[in-house]
């Protein structure tokens, strides 16, 4: 059983660029959710994939938009980059879309915006 | 707002000590918490949890405590070892909100476990 894996490892963009950040999750997981985590803070909840659709979505405009497919890889994509995006993003599997359900997570992917 | 409070940025303690951390939060909806344990260059992993149903879960090492009427719980990790330094992240959950349920995290305390 592979873990779940994230790409690329470190990413430097400008304002105003897209960025989109991939995430493979564990096998057999039907379930994908996103966490932006700035500096010196938690992880916040972006959204959630469940069965390649949207389930929910946190505090984040619509400029934060997400995929998921059939093979369990998912996408984060990110337009109109500012400053503030910068943050290291995560990305947790689970099988199952509650929360409660153990959530496995990818070891995340810094992103610098200058 | 901070909904999970963890108002410990970092705390230290000798190995074989027993180690305390603390959460607060303020949403009254939540009713299942979670412990994730953090180390450098690498994502949060499940440690412990509890239903708002219990008072106390126990798994090894690890026992979590949840006081309902104080919005409290804690963690306690007896006896502490050096490779329990990590960053640890307190989380709620609200339950069942339109279709999922997030996970609503603290800040994170920084223990660290001197030999």
């Known amino acids: 059983e592979t873990g779940v894996t994230q790409s690329p490892t470190h990413l430097i963009k400008t304002r105003g660029q897209q960025v989109t950040l991939r995430c493979s999750s564990q096998?057999?997981?039907?379930?994908v959710s996103w966490y932006q985590q700035a500096l010196g803070q938690g992880p916040q909840f972006i959204f959630q994939?469940?069965?390649?659709?949207?389930?929910g979505r946190g505090n984040f405009p619509p400029r934060f938009s997400g995929l998921q497919f059939p093979n369990y890889s998912s996408e984060l994509n990110v337009n109109a980059l500012e400053l503030d995006d910068s943050a290291l993003y995560l990305c947790?599997?689970?099988?199952?879309?509650?929360?409660?359900?153990?959530?496995?997570f990818g070891p995340g992917t810094r992103l610098t915006v200058l | 707002d901070q909904q999970v409070k963890q108002n410990s940025p970092s705390l230290s303690v000798q190995e074989g000590r027993i180690s305390i951390l603390n959460c607060d939060y303020t949403?009254?909806?939540?009713?299942?918490f979670l412990w994730y344990k953090k180390y450098p260059a690498e994502g949060p992993t499940f440690l412990i949890s509890?239903?708002?149903?219990?008072d106390k879960n126990e798994d090894g090492r690890f026992t979590v405590f949840l006081n309902k009427s104080a919005k409290h719980l804690s963690l306690h990790i007896v006896p502490s070892q050096p490779g329990d330094s990590a960053v640890y992240f307190c989380?709620?959950?609200?339950?069942?909100?339109?279709?999922?349920?997030?996970?609503?995290f603290g800040k994170g305390t920084k223990l660290t476990v001197n030999p």
């Open positions: 947790a599997s689970s099988l199952g879309g509650r929360a409660a359900d153990t959530q496995y």
């Open positions: 096998s057999g997981h039907n379930t």
């Open positions: 994939y469940y069965r390649e659709e949207e389930n």
């Open positions: 949403n009254s909806m939540f009713d299942y």
């Open positions: 509890i239903s708002s149903i219990k």
């Open positions: 989380a709620a959950t609200p339950g069942y909100q339109g279709g999922s349920e997030k996970l609503v």
